[in-house]
């Protein structure tokens, strides 16, 4: 059964850090693209970041490029997503999915995909 649990999420404010990890099971997670991709309250779908399956060659919307890293640990089946100098508008449900859709319109263009962890960004 595939298995991908986001955890890390929680509140913090503007300027702090926080980091997300993603635990896979039920899958062969090194021979995966694995992606981070979130949504704000009343908002769609937003695509995050993205990384190749051997973990070297990684991608970032715009909005997060600087701030956030992504990262993997395939001896661990595990993802992960720095996250520094978070911003209110960075507040939102976080989920991990595998593979890559970067103009996603629903979670379901990603083959596997957790049910997400809560950031929220506040004073």
């Known amino acids: 059964q595939v298995q991908l649990v986001e955890s890390g999420g929680g509140l913090v404010q503007p300027g702090g850090s926080l980091r997300l990890s993603c635990a896979a099971s039920g899958f062969l997670f090194s021979g995966w693209s694995m992606s981070w991709v979130r949504q704000a309250p009343g908002k769609g779908l937003e695509w995050v970041s993205d990384?190749?399956?051997?973990?070297?060659?990684?991608f970032y919307q715009s909005s997060v490029k600087g701030r956030f890293t992504i990262s993997r640990d395939n001896a661990k089946n595990t993802l992960y997503l720095q996250m520094n100098s978070l911003k209110p508008e960075d507040t939102a449900v976080y989920y991990c999915?595998?593979?890559?859709?970067?103009?996603?319109?629903?979670?379901?263009?990603?083959?596997?995909w957790g049910q997400g962890t809560q950031v929220t960004v506040s004073s």
């Open positions: 990384i190749n399956s051997g973990g070297g060659s990684t």
């Open positions: 999915a595998a593979g890559i859709a970067r103009r996603p319109t629903t979670i379901r263009e990603y083959d596997y």
